[in-house]
Nanobody, 124 residues
C-alpha cells in the first residue's frame, strides 16, 4: 500500500507564496514519477506540474509556468511545489500523485496513487 500525504496548503493573499509538500510512504516501487493536480470548485481536475524519477524532466501547465517550481528528494521520498506570485485563480484543492513508471506524464489517468488533497486559497 502506497500512501501520499500533502502538506503546506492554506490561505494567502494574491502575490504571495506557498510551498506544498508531498510525502510518500508504504510499499514504494523502484522508480516512480510524481505530479501535482488541482481541482477548483465546479471545475474538473487539471494538471499542474509533473517530475520524472530522476528529476531531469519536468512539466508545467501553461497557467503556472514561470511561477511554480516542482522538485523532489528521492532519499527523503518527498516532492515539493513552490508556488510564487499566486493568483486568485490558483485557488483549488491540490493533489499529489505518483505513477509506477520513471517517466512523468500530464494525464491524471496515468497516475496510480493519489493523496487526499490540500486546500490552497488565494484572496484578492
Amino acid at each position: 500500500q502506497v500512501t501520499l500525504v500533502e502538506s503546506g496548503g492554506g490561505l494567502v493573499q494574491a502575490g504571495g507564496s506557498l510551498r506544498l509538500s508531498c510525502e510518500v510512504s508504504g510499499r514504494t516501487f523502484r522508480r516512480y514519477a510524481m505530479g501535482w493536480f488541482r481541482q477548483a470548485p465546479g471545475k474538473e481536475r487539471e494538471f499542474v506540474s509533473a517530475i520524472s524519477w530522476s528529476g531531469g524532466s519536468v512539466y508545467y501547465a501553461d497557467s503556472v509556468k514561470g511561477r511554480f517550481t516542482i522538485s523532489r528528494d528521492n532519499a527523503e521520498k518527498t516532492m515539493s511545489l513552490q508556488m510564487n506570485s499566486l493568483k486568485p485563480e490558483d485557488t483549488a484543492v491540490y493533489y499529489c500523485a505518483a505513477r509506477e513508471a520513471a517517466e512523468a506524464t500530464t494525464g491524471g489517468w496515468s497516475y496510480d496513487y493519489w493523496g487526499q488533497g490540500i486546500q490552497v486559497t488565494v484572496s484578492s
